[in-house]
């Protein structure tokens, strides 16, 4: 592998000022850097990658044992070792086949339990399960990182889809969110889901409660309008839920990855099990595609290669992903833990220290709001941020056509201007067109030079239907998956966040005055003081 890289790096050196427009010279290069699948077109024409380079990448694929890998995550092997787990969660929507977990075929309790939660979300959209005070207005999400993200997410995108009642996500322990979400509910006609892989994370067990003692003011058997999402039962059933409304899961199911079960289930309340099944159908044909098509047109593989030769290879060290879609508006976050949870790894599965560096930073917003804001650095600033467009090619307001088309025109403008940018000559055109002359026209004209040759990809589908929804995100998914066999690192764990929590757990007793702090440093100290003098 580490020739391969050496040699994409050395490749690249020599490629590296070359201007990208130029590649077009080759009347093939739109097409032949772009790939059709399942109603998904991805064009990555616009980036500096040429033949050799892809060639080069593609070859990462065959020495890291990338397919040997894919298949040993879908035949259900240990793959997140440090962890000692199988990774499945591509098990949660493949309901056609037989996936053994220590001979156990592990499909046949994810279909019932999917039944279960069709049942009760059926129930309780049509009013058959119901509050005390009658039909259930409200959902309540109480869950964070990957028991959060997921649904959240989906839920802003599948509102056409929504005819169910009213969902609300509470994630964070500042107990602003919790106050600010029940506000304006009736706790008689709420539904209180309470979602955790563990049901020991503390920020959602601190809402969990709050949501109870609120319930409780108004309702005789708040338990009864308490719904539970997770892989402990002994802790569900201590929390007091009663079991048939308890969904669980297993531990082979990552948090980041678990929307497709018991963790969609607000989604599902939302749009019905139909639309939650073309959810899952979606993904489940992303799926089939990663596993069968070849390499050079595999969709979450050559998503993969270009993070690879953008982040590893280039040196760009963040990627803006800039859905042109208001629905897709959570979708940078829900992606910045998939794939900074999985990818942001220092350490190979060996235990040695990465080689290279690990994923990128991901963020963004979405198009056009995103041009208002931060474009201006993309275009114009000194560093280089490659650019990954999302759109679709038709809306859900037929009367707002026109809307739509400048949606798209802006789309696809901001990916033709970070790559042919305005040279100074044009600029000084422009200048002089207005009447400026010498040298406060080429001071003027300085300003309104864009370098270009800036790098983006293009993911374009047709709609934003559940199905189209479900193949994003495996979509993605399989990229992280793909970046991090790559890399050899474990992308299913997540030891990064352990050491904050447990210093949170410690600093309680000091914030509270039962504890002095014996051991922490100076700044921290400071800063407790600030709050104990602030609040005593
Ligand atoms: O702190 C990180 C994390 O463990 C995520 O991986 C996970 O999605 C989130 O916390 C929530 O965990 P749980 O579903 O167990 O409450």
Redesign the pocket.
Known sequence: MQNIFDDLIAYQKTVADRSILDLFENDKRAGGFTAEAGGFVFDYSKTNMDERARELLLGLLETQGVAAKRDAMFSGQPINETEGRAVLHVALRDLDREILVEGVNVVAEVRATLDRMEAFAEDLRAGRYTGQGGKITDIVNI?????DLGPAMATIAMAPFHDGPRCHFVSNVDGAHIADVLKGLNPQTTLVIV????F??IE?MTNAETARAWMAKDVADPAKQFAALSTSADKTSAFGIDASRVFGFEDWVG??YSMWGPIGLSLMIAMGADNFRAFLKGAADMDAHFISADWAENLPALLALTGIWHNQICGYTTRAVLPYEQRLARLPAYLQQLEM?SNGKRVSMDGGDLPYHSGPVVWGEPGTNGQHAFYQLIHQGTRVIPCEFLVGLRGFEPDLAHQHLLLVANCLAQSEALMVGRSLAEATQIMRSKGLEGDECDRQARHRVFPGNRPSTTLVYDQLTPHVLGGIVALYEHRVFVEGAILGINSYD?WG?ELG?ELALALSPVLEGAAEGAGKDPSTLSLAARFKAANA
Do not use: D, H, M, N
Request: a positive charge.
């Open positions: 869950g964070i990182g990957g028991s979602a955790s892989k563990t020991t994370t959602t948090g980041r949870e997540q966040v929590k």
